[in-house]
């Protein structure tokens, strides 16, 4: 029988960061020195103290369901933090604890947008969330950023139409790394609280930051009311697989999503809300090494770049660079290409960021020192680049 998809799934495609993360395991498993300079996961450890937490709360048998919302504890810590840290008036009846961030957004963005109702987004931008505008049968409104405006988003007035319910924003940013200016939040401030429109502010990177300070838009006069700030567990705290994440909105917004995590995976893990309780109550230092490390792999990836003539903008946050290899001939598909057959190396396609971006790859320096070195001397065999002066 041929099989008939629903036109929403028809109408998105794979994920080019999981995808690529499945075949870099696969080349892996087949004994292939495989550099995965492609998804990007915290390559530290779970900080032990952390895991200990999950495996006492699976010994007292804490192995069943949890409250949908989350547990109460949790909650209570995340909003504290968040008024703490980031300024946003929040309590634990604003806040939803789910299965990663990823499905977090998913939730959002379902609970928000109607059919042919448009999110805009601010382009390159991290693959889901176009997926969860399809998915939720909405449009998506790109919005191109520029390299050298070091992808922060302006003019944005004019692009707004009727349909335009929800801006979706990014700071530290996935793919760029780039980190928003208080007068850029402040100008999407205005645009929202001007046009009426909610905002998604994903800001799962705020500890992961370099040069730069890290500001919530919920925290600005009028936007508590408006914002859904979407945080979580795996970048902060080398958390992936726990699958984390989290959201501060108006109760009205968390009470629609609160539906859809009922009818869809119930409540995130219980035993890993009893670790994320731990990672938020005790000891930050882990944070801070993980963090050092990464601007000490930014800084030797940057140079190594352009050392080989791969110019780039130093990004100030997360732990990506969003580079133009147009001068090697060909788009960054075949780049990619390249890469994976003759050297192992994993990266990302920029078409996989949205539209435009086919001459641009994201490299991702969530790898060891020595692997990011390897990579960069691969590239260079590969392409016969010369060390430039
Ligand atoms: N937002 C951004 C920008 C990301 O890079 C990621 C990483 N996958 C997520 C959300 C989702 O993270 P998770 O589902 O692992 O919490
Ligand atoms: N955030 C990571 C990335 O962009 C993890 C993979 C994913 O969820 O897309 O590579």
Not at 37 to 58: M, Q, S
Not at 161 to 182: F, Q
Not at 270 to 284: D, N, V
Request: aromatic share 8%; with cysteine; hydrophobic share 40%.
């Amino acid at each position: 029988m041929a099989v008939k998809l629903s036109k929403r799934v028809n109408c998105v495609g794979d994920s080019a960061t999981i995808r690529l993360n499945d075949v870099a395991n696969r080349l892996r498993l087949d004994g292939k020195d495989v550099i995965n300079l492609g998804v990007g996961e915290p390559d530290f450890d779970t900080p032990l103290f952390i895991r200990e937490a999950a495996k006492r709360a699976i010994g007292d048998g804490d192995t069943h369901y949890a409250p949908s919302l989350g547990k109460q504890r949790l909650r209570e810590d995340i909003a504290d933090k968040l008024r703490e840290d980031n300024r946003i008036d929040a309590s634990p009846k604003n806040i939803i604890v789910s299965a990663g961030a990823k499905h977090i957004i998913f939730m959002a963005i379902n609970a928000l947008l109607d059919g042919e109702e448009e999110a805009m987004l601010f382009c390159p931008a991290w693959v889901s969330y176009e997926a969860c505008i399809k998915l939720a049968g909405g449009r998506v409104n790109w919005v191109k950023t520029k390299e050298e405006d070091a992808f922060q988003p302006s003019d944005l007035q004019d692009k707004i139409n009727k349909k335009t319910k929800l801006l979706v924003v990014n700071s530290p940013n996935n793919p760029t790394g780039s980190v928003y200016k208080k007068d850029t939040l402040k100008m999407i401030r205005d645009l929202a609280i001007d046009r009426d429109l909610y905002v998604i502010s994903d800001e799962i990177y705020e500890k992961i930051i370099y040069e730069a300070d890290h500001i919530s838009l919920a925290s600005f006069d009028g936007m508590a009311e408006r914002t859904i700030t979407v945080n979580g567990f795996s970048k902060s705290y080398a958390m992936t697989g726990w699958r984390l994440g989290y959201a501060c909105a108006p109760k009205e917004i968390i009470g629609g999503m609160l539906k859809i995590q009922q009818h869809s995976v119930t409540c995130a893990a219980s035993f890993s809300q009893e670790a994320a309780i731990k990672a938020m109550e005790g000891p930050q230092d882990n944070l801070k090494r993980m963090v050092e490390e990464f601007k000490r792999r930014r800084d030797i990836l940057i140079e190594g770049l352009n050392s080989i003539g791969i110019r780039c903008v130093r990004p100030a946050g997360a732990f990506y660079t969003f580079v133009d290899v147009s001068k090697f001939g060909g788009d960054s598909n075949a780049f990619c290409e390249k890469m994976l057959r003759e050297g192992y190396v994993v990266m990302i396609p920029g078409y996989a960021f949205g539209p435009g971006w086919e001459k641009y790859v994201r490299i991702s320096y969530a790898a060891p020192l020595e692997k990011i070195e390897e990579a960069l001397l691969r590239m260079e065999k590969i392409f016969a680049l010369g060390k430039q002066k």
